[in-house]
């Protein structure tokens, strides 16, 4: 299954060097290895925009043309504010982006990795397949060493 990668996984991935993420990093590396990963342009957009400095936003903007933008469609945008007026009805609020991110994973069968809370909350009150790592689901003792 594709999965579909949120700006905080990129962020941790591109601007952080910090172990604590370490995990995630290692997990977006290897579905990154086996061509699993897709971008749509609102995400692509968002990491872009955390780069005043030209020369760094070459740099990440290079990286980052070796993944295609996952094609949004109307359909999505319609299905984005379908997903965000459900929600809203249930008291669950978040971003156009981050309803647009669940509209495009839905239509194209795709799990998100995020570490953005709010969609384990969307998840509540909507289809979502939210991108749980192999090796912790098969082994949830093991993630807490």
Known sequence: MKVLVDTPVW???LRKHNPEYQHLVSLLVNLIKDQ????IGPIRQEILSGYSDLRKFKILREKLSFFENTPIEDIDY????????HC???????????????????????????????FLHFQ????LN????????????????
């Open 130 to 145: 939210i991108y749980k790592d192999p090796v912790i689901s098969a082994h949830p003792a093991e993630a807490s060493l």
């Open 78 to 85: 319609e299905k984005a504010a379908e997903l965000h007026n």
């Open 11 to 13: 962020s941790y991935a």
């Open 88 to 118: 809203r009805k249930k008291g669950i609020q978040g971003s156009h982006t981050d309803f647009l991110i669940c509209a495009v994973a839905n239509r194209i069968n795709a799990s998100v990795l995020t570490t953005d809370k709010d």
């Open 36 to 39: 699993r990963v897709l971008i």
């Open 124 to 127: 509540k009150a909507i289809p």
